[in-house]
């Protein structure tokens, strides 16, 4: 995946997180944890919408979706 450059906006890929270089294991743990919470919840809340939609083209957001993997 490519490294963000400075002064991106989040369109452009531009999302950060910070991590401590002196983080324990445990801490980088329970930071991942946190994440994968966070994308568990967006998902679902995603696909809350899509279900609830009478105008979503699904083969167009799975197309889309799978842009975003790479």
Known sequence: ???PRA???LAEGGARHYIDP???AH????????????G????GLLAGLVHESDTVDCAQLALRWK???H
């Not at 801490?27 to 944890?33: H, K």
């Not at 568990?40 to 998902?43: A, I, S, Y």
């Open 1 to 3: 995946m490519p490294v």
């Open 7 to 9: 002064g991106a906006s």
């Open 67 to 69: 842009r975003l993997e």
């Open 27 to 38: 801490d980088l743990r329970n930071d991942a944890t946190e994440w994968l919470q966070c």
């Open 40 to 43: 568990r919840g967006l998902t």
């Open 22 to 24: 002196e983080a324990s």
